[in-house]
């Protein structure tokens, strides 16, 4: 296990369609976040798993956004409804347990372009 | 209180130079501080990273210093390389989240 793994890498679709991201962390990190990046920007927030728990959601994520992360192991996060304002680059990242903050390691992103 | 100020927006250095970028933060529960960096189209790569009660950390050519009375922290490239060329985050971790800086793009003149 060389890194955190994201899938699909790019993503096109079109505006009201749902898409779903997977995310496989690194082995034996409990901790999984998902942030978003828009061109030009740092990477926001959006929500935060240990375990299986989704312990923090940011109010970015709206009631289209829905993450899983079932077993603890990888998370899915679906987007339903997608408009042209969630074309992003989609983030996922994952930590070792431990210190509450500590090192996280992202992995290459999903790219959504919506049309 | 939850913003993290990053500056310059950008930045060009001739090879050999150092390259310098600024961080600042405003609430004092931050307790890790990390720098990424990241090529286009690729996800953000840990550099390096500090905690409050350390003003200083070296890794290579890279430093962090830390000033927790300002509330600021910085990196520094010494010996800058054209390899060097991406966008630089630095971010702060409170309550398992980290809040990231808008980002500096780093070109290093060959």
């Known amino acids: 296990d060389t890194g955190v793994s994201q899938n699909p890498r790019h993503k096109i679709t079109k505006r009201g369609q749902n898409v779903t991201f997977r995310c496989d962390p690194i082995?034996?990190?409990?901790?999984l976040y998902w942030y978003r990046q828009t061109l030009g920007q740092g990477p926001e927030f959006l929500t935060y798993?240990?375990?299986?728990?989704?312990?923090?959601k940011s109010r970015l994520l709206s009631d289209r956004f829905s993450a899983e992360r079932p077993k603890g192991s990888f998370s899915t996060l679906e987007i339903q409804r997608t408009e042209q304002g969630d074309s992003a680059m989609y983030l996922c990242?994952?930590?070792?347990?431990?210190?509450?903050?500590?090192?996280?390691?992202f992995g290459q992103g999903t790219r959504l372009t919506v049309v | 209180q939850q913003q993290v100020k990053q500056s310059p927006q950008s930045l060009i250095v001739q090879k050999g130079g150092i390259s310098i970028i600024n961080c600042a933060y405003e609430?004092?529960?931050?307790?890790?501080f990390p720098w990424y960096q990241q090529f286009p189209g690729k996800g953000p790569a840990l550099l390096i990273a500090?905690?409050?009660?350390?003003s200083e950390k070296k890794e290579g050519r890279f430093t962090i210093s830390f000033n927790k009375s300002a509330k600021q922290f910085s990196l520094h490239i010494m010996d800058s390389q054209p390899g060097d060329s991406a966008t630089y985050f630095c971010?702060?971790?409170?309550?398992?989240?980290?809040?990231f800086g808008t980002g500096t793009r780093l070109k290093v003149l060959a």
């Open positions: 990242a994952s930590s070792p347990p431990g210190a509450a903050n500590t090192e996280a390691f």
């Open positions: 082995s034996e990190h409990n901790r």
């Open positions: 798993f240990q375990n299986e728990a989704q312990l923090e």
């Open positions: 609430n004092t529960a931050f307790d890790y």
């Open positions: 500090i905690r409050p009660d350390v």
């Open positions: 971010a702060a971790a409170g309550t398992y989240k980290y809040i």
